[in-house]
């Protein structure tokens, strides 16, 4: 069963940084296809950012463009999210979630295609 655990999250202000950072084991995770979402209350979970499975093709938000960053490192098992200049309106629950039999190359946006997620870290931004 693969496990997904976020980390990283918390209280920053407007303008500071965060890293978050998303543990994989009980699967391939050289194989997996990820991606970062986030849900603020009373939203829809969005997409954040998503690779594919080498780390070699990635997407962003328009919102977020620019100032996060995904990255996948297969040697350790963990893909992150670079998290610069950080306005009140990133505040939310982060969950990573993996695709389990990506196409070669391809990175997916919706949640619905992704097989796994973890539990969600929070972030909190103050004005």
């Known amino acids: 069963q693969v496990q997904l655990v976020e980390s990283g999250g918390g209280l920053v202000q407007a303008g500071g940084s965060l890293r978050l950072s998303c543990a994989a084991s009980?699967?391939?995770?050289?194989?997996?296809?990820m991606g970062w979402f986030r849900q603020a209350p009373g939203k829809e979970r969005d997409i954040v950012a998503a690779s594919s499975r080498s780390g070699g093709s990635t997407y962003h938000a328009d919102s977020v463009k620019g100032r996060f960053t995904i990255s996948k490192d297969n040697a350790n098992n963990t893909v992150y999210l670079q998290m610069l200049s950080l306005k009140p309106e990133d505040t939310a629950v982060y969950y990573c979630?993996?695709?389990?039999?990506?196409?070669?190359?391809?990175?997916?946006?919706?949640?619905?295609?992704?097989?796994?997620w973890g539990q969600g870290t929070q972030v909190t931004v103050s004005s």
């Open positions: 979630a993996a695709v389990a039999n990506p196409k070669m190359g391809s990175y997916y946006v919706r949640p619905f295609t992704y097989d796994y």
């Open positions: 009980g699967g391939t995770f050289s194989s997996y296809a």
